[in-house]
């Protein structure tokens, strides 16, 4: 997978949700951005990729939008998904041609987009402060704010069957050794104790990047130092995310078709109860919901367990954002100011609801969920309203390297140490970080 570990395969693992199939950008267009505003109104053109979920969430907010208000009119274009958008928004940012705003990832893939030539600056905006800190980290580059939030924050942890859990008198572990002694019990009563999908190679980095608010616990100025070539992934703290990945091949406590089953095989055996916990990120909520009736009820969710008890949480991945960019002055420039700090106000995520069931918790201050939301969203929930999340490496540091799925598969595989996958790591991460020209590479 190329530079987001996570996101980028996450979108060609399923189709309906956070990523997505390539689609044509003409034929996928929801409007045509020449088409004449209505008289005396501003209008706004957004571009943003062409899944269902992407164009149902930005639909439900221009509509919101356009009704609160008169002098101003909001249109979406869709483009492809995958590496042939990215190569849509990197174009249409170099030859000057962007719409008014545009809808992108946060995080290191931002970064990637020279936002301090490519994009307004949003740090002197009062609506900031209604803003998720955790998300303002993620589109913050060299201490400018450039965007705001589309969508709900994710997390990356752990689902298990509830069924199993009390049938057998567990409780959710907050340390990893109680999240050992668990599976001990799990697979004594015949059942898979951990769920692996490697056919789905972006789903063995869970271990790993679901640690990190571990790392971070233990070391909370791990990121800048990794970003300075100062803190490496084959020393403590980082290390112990593939140690992890060992631990539960090396006990026996995976599924037996783990090597070549698929997400959606591994989400069947967790809600059918032959298999336990899975670990994943919170968008593949929506892929269970209809594979079995109790499984909204059913699957819970927790954090990665760490060394302690005291210091359990989560990590957190950020949304994706919509940013202006720099070609877009004066009226226009005005008008989408005016567009974004509506979007960042509880009525805009009461109108992203209405149109999508969450699969979490938003990044605006004051948004509240619904009732009736699957136990997992209800799960994460509590760890943002208790603070215990950190944000997940790639919205604290740019370097990232492009083999993390491949060296996690042959860990959790049993093919290759954890020593061996994390040395193998530090070496691949750094090419990018000299393409970026970080200093201390």
């Known amino acids: 997978m190329s530079h987001h570990p996570i996101r980028r ?150 689902y298990y069957n509830k069924k199993v859990y009390a049938d057998l008198g567990l409780s959710v572990p907050k340390t990893w050794d109680e999240f050992m002694a668990n599976n001990a019990k799990i697979k004594e009563a015949g059942i898979d104790p951990v769920i692996q999908t490697y056919g789905d190679t972006w789903t063995s980095q869970l271990f790993v990047l679901a640690d990190f608010h571990n790392v971070l616990s233990e070391q909370p100025d791990w990121a800048e130092k990794y970003t300075a070539n100062q803190a490496k992934y084959v020393d403590e703290p980082a290390i112990k995310g593939f140690e992890r990945l060992q631990d539960v091949y ?59 008890a005291a210091t359990n949480g989560l990590t957190s991945w950020s949304p994706a954002a919509l940013y202006i960019p720099s070609t877009t002055t004066g009226d226009k420039l005005d008008a989408a100011k005016k567009f974004l700090a509506w979007v960042a106000t509880p009525e805009a995520c009461d109108a992203l609801t209405a149109a999508m069931d969450p699969t979490g918790p938003y990044a605006v201050k004051g948004c509240a969920l619904p009732d009736g939301l699957p136990a997992a969203v209800t799960d994460m929930q509590a760890y943002y309203d208790n603070g215990n999340v950190s944000p997940a490496l790639e919205f604290l540091s740019a370097v990232k390297g492009p083999n993390l799925e491949k060296i996690t598969v042959e860990v959790g595989s049993g093919i290759t140490t954890a020593a061996d996958g994390a040395a193998r790591y530090d070496e691949d991460v750094k090419k990018q970080a000299q393409q970026l020209g970080l200093e201390g590479w």
């Open 9 to 158: 395969a996450a979108v060609i693992a399923v189709a309906s949700v956070s990523a997505l199939a390539l689609g044509a950008c003409s034929a996928g267009s929801l409007v045509n951005p020449t088409e004449s505003s209505s008289a005396g109104k501003t209008t706004l053109t957004i571009l943003m990729d062409s899944s269902t979920q992407t164009t149902t969430q930005g639909k439900a907010i221009a509509d919101g939008f356009n009704a609160s208000q008169d002098e101003i009119e909001v249109k979406i274009e869709t483009r492809p998904e995958g590496t042939d958008g990215d190569n849509v928004v990197k174009t249409r940012l170099a030859t000057g041609e962007m719409t008014d705003l545009f809808q992108y990832n946060s995080g290191s893939l931002m970064q990637a987009l020279d936002p301090a030539t490519n994009m307004v600056s949003l740090t002197d905006q009062d609506f900031i402060a209604n803003l998720d800190e955790s998300f303002v980290t993620s589109v913050t580059a060299d201490e400018q704010v450039y965007g705001v939030p589309f969508g709900q924050l994710m997390a990356g942890g752990i």
């Open 250 to 308: 090396d006990a026996g406590y995976l599924n037996k078709d783990f090597a070549s089953a698929k997400l959606t095989q591994g989400l069947q055996q967790l809600v059918d109860g032959t298999g336990a916990q899975y670990p994943s990120l919170t968008f593949t909520i929506t892929s269970y919901l209809e594979l079995a009736d109790d499984a909204a009820e059913n699957i819970g969710f927790f954090a990665q367990p760490g060394d302690d």
